[in-house]
Structures are given as structure tokens and as C-alpha cells.
T-cell receptor, first 114, second 108 residues
């Protein structure tokens, strides 16, 4: 069974440009989460989808970040326009259960904004 | 502020020694989980301990939970070089929140 896959693994962009990160969860997992880790600090929660609906987006830093989950399958996280402080590793995770059971993580997308 | 906070931030030991990492959290929990992250990889679930459990074992891992002190510890016995990684505790009622992690270095 395929795990959570994320694309791209690494993206380098200029400040002001746009980047779109993609996450394919494990098939059948209704819950999809985005997290971010900046400069070795804590792993911060960004948002949580249940199927195609945003269950909790309290961790989204500002309106430059837009997450979507088309048809309850894969998800995209767009950063537009990117700022220097957006650099970090963006992790996607999925789970079968909504209430804090085990999460299955992708390997992350490293974003570098120059 | 972060829910889970690991201590120490970094730990270096020799192969064969035991490694103990601690986690403190702030609010009430249903369960607490520990994850491992190898450099450049995703997080991998290690163990989950429920709020009504005090201790749990899985292979060389032993986790304790003290809800009165809002703390947990992860013990790795007979460490190996392959245990070198960052370790995170995670708690939360809906979405998990993580701390900054403990970087464990096991010297061969």
C-alpha cells in the first residue's frame, strides 16, 4: 500500500513568487493534515481536512496560504506571494480516524524562499 | 505556545546506552503519542499511550505518562546508531500538536 506522497520534495523560489505543494494521502484516509517546521523549531499545525471540508484551519498563518482538497482526495497548499519567512519543511499527514489517532506522514516538501 | 515540549533539546550517547527523553504538555489529553523523524524524512509513529495508562512498552521503547504532572517520558534501551533521529511527543483532541523535538545522536 502506498504511503503519503508529497511533491515536490524541494522547491527554491524567489520572494514574491508562487509555489504549490501537493499531497496524496493514503487511499481511504478521510483526514488530511498540513504541518510546517521552520528552522528546526516546533512542528506547527496548519490545517485539517475531513474529506473535502476544512475542519480546522486555525494554524494557517495568513491569507497568502490557500489549501484545497479536491473531491476529498489529494490536497494542494499554495503560497502566494511567498515571503522569506515561509521557508521551511511542509509536512502532510493522513489518518483514518479524526480524533487524534496515529498519523501517517509524507516525507515533506522543503521550501526555500530567496 | 506549543502543547508538547521535549527535553532535552539534544542528547548524545554511546551505542548500547539507554536514552531518556521527556515531554511536558499543558492541557488535558486523551492520549499522547511519540514520533521519530530521521534526517530528511517524514515522521514515523512509534507509540501511543492513553490517558488512563501509566506505562507502555513496544520492543526497546518504554513510555510513561503522568497526567498529574502533565508529563511523559520515552526510554530507548540498548540504543543503536540507527536510533539517531529527532523524537517528538504529540498531543491534541482533534489535531495533534508537536513540540520542537529531542535530537538524539547515538555514537557507534
Amino acid at each position: 500500500e502506498a504511503g503519503v506522497t508529497q511533491f515536490p520534495s524541494h522547491s527554491v523560489i524567489e520572494k514574491g513568487q508562487t509555489v504549490t505543494l501537493r499531497c496524496d494521502p493514503i487511499s481511504g484516509h478521510d483526514n488530511l493534515y498540513w504541518y510546517r517546521r521552520v528552522m528546526g523549531k516546533e512542528i506547527k499545525f496548519l490545517l485539517h481536512f475531513v474529506k473535502e471540508s476544512k475542519q480546522d484551519e486555525s494554524g494557517m498563518p495568513n491569507n497568502r496560504f490557500l489549501a484545497e482538497r479536491t473531491g476529498g482526495t489529494y490536497s494542494t497548499l499554495k503560497v502566494q506571494p511567498a515571503e522569506l519567512e515561509d521557508s521551511g519543511v511542509y509536512f502532510c499527514a493522513s489518518s483514518q480516524t479524526e480524533f487524534t489517532g496515529e498519523l501517517f506522514f509524507g516525507e515533506g516538501s522543503r521550501l526555500t524562499v530567496l | 505556545s506549543q502543547q508538547g515540549e521535549e527535553d532535552p533539546q539534544a542528547l548524545s550517547i554511546q551505542e548500547g546506552e539507554n536514552a531518556t527523553m521527556n515531554c511536558s504538555y499543558k492541557t488535558s489529553i486523551n492520549n499522547l503519542q511519540w514520533y521519530r523523524q530521521n534526517s530528511g524524512r517524514g515522521l514515523v509513529h512509534l507509540i501511543l499511550i492513553r490517558s488512563n495508562e501509566r506505562e507502555k512498552h513496544s520492543g526497546r521503547l518504554r513510555v510513561t505518562l503522568d497526567t498529574s504532572k502533565k508529563s511523559s517520558s520515552l526510554l530507548i534501551t540498548a540504543s543503536r546508531a540507527a536510533d539517531t533521529a529527532s523524537y517528538f511527543c504529540a498531543t491534541g483532541r482533534r489535531a495533534l500538536t508537536f513540540g520542537s523535538g529531542t535530537r538524539l545522536q547515538v555514537q557507534p
